[in-house]
T-cell receptor, first 112, second 114 residues
Framework: DAKTTQPPSMDCAEGRAANLPCNHSTISGNEYVYWYRQIHSQGPQYIIHGLKNNETNEMASLIITEDRKSSTLILPHATLRDTAVYYCIVRNSGGSNYKLTFGKGTLLTVNP | EAGVAQSPRYKIIEKRQSVAFWCNPISGHATLYWYQQILGQGPKLLIQFQNNGVVDDSQLPKDRFSAERLKGVDSTLKIQPAKLEDSAVYLC????????????FGPGTRLTVT
C-alpha cells in the first residue's frame, strides 16, 4: 500500500470549514483513499473513502486531485466534537486482505 | 445496530503474567481484526480473520500472542507472557457484507504491564 504524508497538527475555529490535506504521491491505480478519525479514548471511526471522483457524505467531503497524488478532507462546519486525530490511508481493495495501515495522522483541534 | 463489544476495558498486569481480551463483532460481519495501538502512534494490525480462518497474521508476535475465532463470531486475543512493551490499547474491528470499505471499531482494551 502507498505511503501517506499528513501534517502532525492543525487548528480550526468552530463553525469554519476544516481542510485536512494528505499527500499520497505513490498511489497506484487500484488503491482507494480512506479517511478515519479517532476521538480521544475511542476507537477509530470511518469517515469517507474515494477512488478518483470527489465524494460527499453526511460527515465530510473528499476532494482527490486529478493525478490522485493528494487529497483533502473537508469538514464543512467544524464543531468542538470534531477535535480528533484524522488518518488518511491508502489501500488496495482487491483480494481479501482489508488491512488498514495507519500513520500518525493529523491532530485537528477545533477552538471555540 | 449494536457496535463492536470488547472486554475488559482496562487491565493492569505484571510482566510475565498472561492476559486475554474478548471481542464480539457486529452481527453478520465475517471479517474481524485485532489492532494494537501504542501511545502516540496509529493502530497496527495484529491479525485479520475471515470467518474462522486467518487472512493475515504477519505482524502478530507469535511467540507470545495468540488469537482465535473458533465459531466465526467472537474472538479472543491472548498474551502469554506479557512484556512491558505490550502496554497499549488493543482494538477490535469488524467489517462485512457490502461494507468492506468500512471497518467498525470497538472502544478498545487499555493494557498496562508493570
Amino acid at each position: 500500500d502507498a505511503k501517506t504524508t499528513q501534517p502532525p497538527s492543525m487548528d480550526c475555529a468552530e463553525g469554519r470549514a476544516a481542510n485536512l490535506p494528505c499527500n499520497h504521491s505513490t498511489i497506484s491505480g487500484n488503491e482507494y483513499v480512506y479517511w478515519y478519525r479517532q476521538i480521544h479514548s475511542q476507537g477509530p471511526q470511518y469517515i469517507i473513502h474515494g477512488l478518483k471522483n470527489n465524494e460527499t457524505n453526511e460527515m465530510a467531503s473528499l476532494i482527490i486531485t486529478e493525478d490522485r497524488k493528494s487529497s483533502t478532507l473537508i469538514l464543512p462546519h467544524a464543531t468542538l466534537r470534531d477535535t480528533a486525530v484524522y488518518y488518511c490511508i491508502v489501500r488496495n481493495s482487491g483480494g481479501s486482505n482489508y488491512k488498514l495501515t495507519f500513520g500518525k495522522g493529523t491532530l485537528l483541534t477545533v477552538n471555540p | 445496530e449494536a457496535g463492536v463489544a470488547q472486554s475488559p476495558r482496562y487491565k493492569i498486569i505484571e510482566k510475565r503474567q498472561s492476559v486475554a481480551f474478548w471481542c464480539n463483532p457486529i452481527s453478520g460481519h465475517a471479517t474481524l481484526y485485532w489492532y494494537q495501538q501504542i501511545l502516540g502512534q496509529g493502530p497496527k494490525l495484529l491479525i485479520q480473520f475471515q470467518n474462522n480462518g486467518v487472512v493475515d497474521d504477519s505482524q502478530l508476535p507469535k511467540d507470545r500472542f495468540s488469537a482465535e475465532r473458533l465459531k466465526g463470531v467472537d474472538s479472543t486475543l491472548k498474551i502469554q507472557p506479557a512484556k512491558l512493551e505490550d502496554s497499549a490499547v488493543y482494538l477490535c474491528a469488524s467489517s462485512g457484507g457490502q461494507g468492506i470499505h468500512e471497518q467498525y471499531f470497538g472502544p478498545g482494551t487499555r493494557l498496562t504491564v508493570t
